[in-house]
């Protein structure tokens, strides 16, 4: 059964040009990449969750903020490793330089016995649509398509908002 990951995808209107939030993962791996090294906030879907509250949950803990709905479903996206990654996105703004990420333990270096700890997401900024073509994991650049879309009205958009009030606004 292949993985289950669940995010959201925070976007705003700056200039009349649609801007998407995204994240670049922490780590010793991730560290020299850029491009195409940039996700939607977004994690593992437990036992017993739901998606919807998997993303709300990863997009807190990845980014330290809540976000409040309504949310517009994106749907899913396959990658090449079979994750399958759904998705929601809300209209929201912050400034990216200082959100706060959950850490993660890891040996490093790599057989050392030591253990170091690192920020599961060590930068975020938003992105317009074509740096984000560039920046972006190609699987998940489809959602930021598939919001392109409902925003400009070429398809209707899904919004869910059964969960929306629960959230405070983004700031």
Known sequence: MPKKSAGLLMYRVRDG????LLVH?????????????????????APGESDAEAAIREFTEETGLTP???????????HKSGKV????AFEGDCDP?????????????????????FPEIDRAAFFTLKAAKRKMHSAEFEFVSRLDNIRSGDSA?????ARASRHPMVS
């Open 97 to 117: 330089s200082v959100l706060t990420s959950n850490t993660f333990l890891m040996e490093w270096p790599p057989h050392s016995g030591k253990q170091r700890e």
């Open 157 to 161: 958009p899904q919004a869910s908002s």
């Open 85 to 88: 990654v759904t998705a929601w």
């Open 68 to 78: 409040r709905g309504p949310y517009l479903t994106l749907g899913a996206v396959r």
């Open 17 to 20: 040009a649609l801007e998407v």
């Open 25 to 45: 993962p922490g780590g010793p791996f991730w560290a020299r990449k850029d491009a195409g090294a940039w996700f939607v906030p977004k994690g593992e879907v």
